[in-house]
């Protein structure tokens, strides 16, 4: 089943979808390759995004504007730590080079 809610954060938007995905074969992928699951589902779900044009457009000012791009930010849990932080990670179309630049900044 589908889940989409929506809240608006004046200018920002947010928006969820849910849904089952098997991902059997990205985790051996990663796993064959030394990358991390989680940065590349995060890849992955902002290429999808990216791919779709209707997700890209945003609001500033009152102003409607096309992305180029989405860059991601997402919540990470430091080894050691008992809080989640946020990391933003400028948007690369190569998924190794991706996962380099979120493994360096986490």
């Given at each position: 089943?589908?889940?989409?809610?929506?809240?608006?954060?004046?200018?920002?938007y947010?928006?969820?979808?849910?849904?089952?995905?098997?991902?059997?074969?990205?985790?051996?992928?990663?796993?064959?390759?030394?990358?991390?699951?989680?940065?590349?589902?995060?890849?992955?779900?902002?290429?999808a995004?990216?791919?779709?044009?209707?997700?890209?457009?945003?609001?500033?000012?009152?102003?409607?504007?096309?992305?180029?791009?989405?860059?991601?930010?997402?919540?990470?849990?430091?080894?050691?730590?008992?809080?989640?932080?946020?990391?933003?990670?400028?948007?690369?179309?190569?998924?190794?080079?991706?996962?380099?630049?979120?493994?360096?900044?986490?």
């Amino acid at each position: 089943r589908d889940v989409e809610r929506s809240r608006g954060l004046g200018d920002v938007y947010k928006r969820q979808v849910c849904f089952r995905v098997d991902v059997t074969a990205l985790h051996a992928y990663t796993k064959a390759n030394g990358l991390s699951f989680y940065h590349s589902m995060v890849w992955l779900v902002t290429q999808a995004v990216n791919e779709t044009e209707n997700l890209r457009y945003t609001l500033r000012g009152g102003e409607v504007y096309l992305l180029p791009a989405r860059t991601p930010s997402f919540t990470e849990l430091k080894k050691g730590s008992e809080q989640f932080r946020i990391l933003t990670v400028p948007w690369d179309p190569s998924l190794p080079a991706f996962c380099r630049a979120a493994k360096e900044k986490s």
